[in-house]
């Protein structure tokens, strides 16, 4: 055997079991970098040896050529629907008949009867599949079909990731048909429209139908780019038994590389089997993906075998649905709401319907550009969608039952609140050095804080607890102070007396007190809080706290240039843009400085961060200029031939020959003829000195956070702090603060009332504190 095809076959072993830990463990064992980096090595040595590519290679996730049609496939053993369960009763009649089939006591007036084991796990909401292995080899994909003829999509399959070309271990029978549903997670679903939407495709109602819409692509390349995932719920035909019960089929199939739900479950009885459907319920919009209900099979294979089956369904099996999450109705009409950034927002103004045991009456519209999308006339019939708390959305027009008397949906040319001019916003992109202008997709009122609309909810947004938390103004008492003029920015809420405070409707003497007592101890706020609370367009809680955290001081955020905000985490053009703009703007700036006339002291100020200082180079800010021909290789050669600034920007052509090609030394010295681009980097050059950012500033040592690259979970009450304060507190020591509980997460905290988090933080063996144990830790970091 040559080296090569040693070496290609312990990448594909390594890679195989990476895979194995990534989907069907959840848990990953090396970073993505160091598995992109294996793939490439075993691709770069399949391409010089095309003689050692195998069908089972980890490689051949691409697609192929594209079809003109599916084939049909017969499936040996139909793929049977299941019967459905809606209500409790249905449930326990259910339980009723699998007794009386297996002739067990089913309980009288004296006693319970027999408990049936159940296996349990979720119905997710995808499209059903059929996998056939051949001495382990995966050689067909089917779809379910009508359940005796499905399509042919084996190249599409294949292109699945977690779908193990071929099955890991040993033991498996020579033929093994492996059943189980393709599905897209609720993140996938959302970058895949997003991705439609910027190249002008086709966007999906919801991740059933983009499951089913990749899966049954004629171009499998098409398939392979979409993010599927597969798991697996049963067996067709095999060549020999694998375990006495469903559980054990789907354990022993994980250990062969095979994907099976993670919230897999045996229940006891009945009783368990509607106490798991009440938690998965109450879990089901934390999941990472869509699901319908809940399956309940026997697990015992020769009870299965003893019930059989009726017309088109198991016996031993059922699936509880939840309540309809889909419901048509008529769109009456559309209304326009104005939020804190002016943003004038249609909403949907539907005839009244109960969409998963929730009456709704309205829905959201997003923006102009999803009416359109939609073709939304007011009269219409239309489908809407509620998820748990999520707002109702209208997700599809039924066209045919469209009524004469339609009308189309206009945006108003004047603000509904204060009559302000609306106009449509503008998107400006950035690139080499030019700006390219097209329209955006939302409206906004240009009344601003003069708009009382707008006024309200950024004070809204200002006191509001992840901001600068006052408890006692809620949006009623917001709406009374703006409405009375006592409150024209945020500002004017450290200038409130009693006097105004207690005629207001629901105030008395002691909540006039407490409210004042509130305001006075919100001015002490964290930087990062401050910043939140200033309510910048698309600066949320984590942005803010990444401008705080690296630049140290308001003064250096609020002149900090755009390009020099692009140097700390996670910060883009567009958002840096935003935030230089915000400051930029004379009326926030005066707003700022009354709120800081008024007494509030921010707190964690202090240098820039360690990380940052001296980090820049002179190469990366000539690259940041996006000099048309010149990206950061040419920026080196630059330096190195010049070495510094100054030098650059007087440079003739040359000099500048000297380090770069003809046609990248006539774009420098071109952008540098201008004297508004010669002046900019300069601008830069000598704000990052200002910043201690400059590469001729002072290093320092990083010193690293105790907590640094840990995963950490709070669950239940915290008594002693607030959850919010305790995350704060552990992202200062370095730790990210999670909303659930996986394989990767170090440590739960968990305080009274803990649930679910902290059954499954239990499960996994992860480390738990009570409330004291984590003070005490907090204490010991000096937190």
């Not at 040559?2 to 290609?8: G, K, L, Q």
């Not at 994980?254 to 509607?274: H, Q, V, Y």
């Not at 804080?449 to 707008?454: D, E, M, P």
Request: charged share 25%; hydrophobic share 40%; net charge negative.
């Amino acid at each position: 055997m040559t080296a090569a095809n040693t070496r290609i076959l312990e990448l594909r072993a390594e890679l195989d079991q990476h895979n194995y830990r990534y989907h069907v463990l959840d848990e990953p064992s090396i970073p993505d970098a160091e598995y992109d980096r294996l793939f490439r090595e075993l691709k770069e040595l399949e391409a010089a040896h095309p003689d050692l590519v195998t069908a089972d290679s980890p490689t051949q996730r691409v697609g192929n050529v594209a079809l003109t049609a599916f084939s049909q496939v017969r499936h040996e053993i139909p793929m049977l629907s299941l019967g459905n369960a809606f209500e409790e009763t249905d449930m326990r009649e259910f339980d009723r008949r699998v007794n009386e089939g297996l002739d067990l006591p089913v309980g009288d007036l004296f006693g319970g009867g027999a408990a049936v084991e159940y296996s349990c796990e979720p119905k997710l909401d995808g499209l059903a599949v059929s996998l056939l292995y051949q001495d382990g080899l995966l050689v067909r994909g089917a779809t379910r079909g009508d359940g005796t003829t499905g399509e042919d999509i084996s190249v599409n399959v294949r292109t699945i990731r977690n779908v193990p070309l071929k099955l890991h271990g040993s033991g498996w029978p020579a033929t093994l048909e492996v059943r189980g549903e393709v599905f897209m997670s609720k993140a996938g679903f959302e970058r895949l429209n997003e991705g439609q939407m910027e190249v002008g495709g086709k966007t999906f109602a919801n991740p059933r139908n983009a499951a089913a819409g990749s899966l049954r692509q004629l171009d499998s390349k098409i398939t392979a780019s979409r993010p599927l995932e597969f798991c697996c719920y049963g067996l067709g035909q095999v060549s020999e038994n694998i375990a006495e019960t469903h559980i054990g089929n789907l354990e022993k199939l994980k250990t062969w590389g095979m994907p099976i739900s993670r919230e897999l479950k045996l229940a006891k009885g009945i009783d368990e089997c509607l106490a798991y459907y009440r938690d998965i319920g109450e879990r089901r919009n934390a999941l990472a993906y869509e699901i319908d209900g809940v399956v309940f099979k026997v697990n015992s294979l020769a009870s299965q075998r003893e019930l059989g089956f009726r017309a088109r369904e198991p016996r031993w099996a059922i699936a509880h649905k939840f309540p309809a999450m889909e419901e048509l109705t008529e769109l009456l009409d559309v209304e326009f709401q104005v939020g804190r950034t002016g943003a004038v927002t249609p909403v949907a103004r539907l005839k009244p319907v109960k969409v998963a045991g929730v009456t709704v009456a309205n829905a959201t519209l997003h923006n102009m550009d999803e009416v359109a999308r939609l073709g939304l006339m007011i009269g219409d019939t239309v489908i809407i969608r509620r998820a748990g708390d999520v707002i109702p959305q209208v997700m599809q027009v039924v066209t045919e039952r469209r009524p004469e008397n339609a009308r189309p949906v206009h945006i108003p040319e004047t603000c509904p609140v204060c009559g302000s001019h609306v106009e449509r916003t503008q998107l400006v992109k950035r690139s080499k050095g030019k700006e390219t202008v097209s329209e955006g997709a939302v409206y906004r009122c240009v009344g601003r804080l003069a708009c009382g609309a707008q006024l309200k909810q950024a004070i809204i947004h200002f006191v509001s607890r992840r901001a600068m938390d006052i408890d006692g103004l809620g949006e009623k008492s917001v709406e009374q102070l703006v409405d009375e003029g006592l409150v024209s920015s945020p500002a004017d809420l450290y200038i409130l007396t009693p006097e105004q405070i207690i005629d207001l409707e629901g105030f008395a003497e002691v909540s006039t007190r407490k409210l004042l007592d509130a305001i006075a101890a919100s001015k002490r706020p964290t930087l990062a809080r401050f910043i939140f609370a200033l309510g910048i367009p698309d600066v949320g809680e984590e942005t803010a706290k990444v401008l705080a955290r690296s630049l140290g001081s308001l003064e250096r955020i609020m002149v900090a240039l755009p390009q020099v905000l692009t140097y700390l985490p996670d910060i883009g053009l567009e958002v840096a843009y935003e935030i230089h703009s915000f400051f930029e703007d004379p009326h926030n700036r005066n707003v700022i400085a009354e709120l800081l006339g008024h007494g509030l002291e921010l707190q964690d100020q202090g240098d820039v961060h360690a990380e940052f200082a001296a980090s820049t180079s002179l190469a990366g800010l000539i690259a940041k200029l996006d000099i048309n021909s010149v990206g950061p290789t040419g920026a080196e050669k630059l330096v190195a031939k010049l070495g510094s600034l100054d030098k650059i920007i007087a440079a003739d052509g040359i000099d500048l020959r000297q380090a770069l090609a003809a046609k990248q030394a006539d774009a420098v010295r071109d952008y540098f003829r201008d004297p508004a681009n010669a002046e900019r980097a300069l601008k830069l050059e000598q704000q990052l000195q200002a910043f201690g950012m400059h590469w001729a500033s002072e290093k320092k040592v990083v010193e690293g956070l105790p907590l640094a690259g840990q995963t950490w979970v709070l669950t239940g009450s915290l008594e002693r702090m607030s959850r919010d304060v305790g995350k704060e507190k552990l992202e200062s020591l370095g730790a990210k603060v999670a909303g659930s509980v996986s394989a990767k997460t170090h440590c739960v905290v968990a305080g009274p009332g803990a649930g679910s988090k902290l059954t499954k933080a239990n499960e996994l063996g992860i480390k738990v504190l009570d409330e004291d144990a984590f003070i005490a830790l907090l204490e010991a970091h000096g937190g």
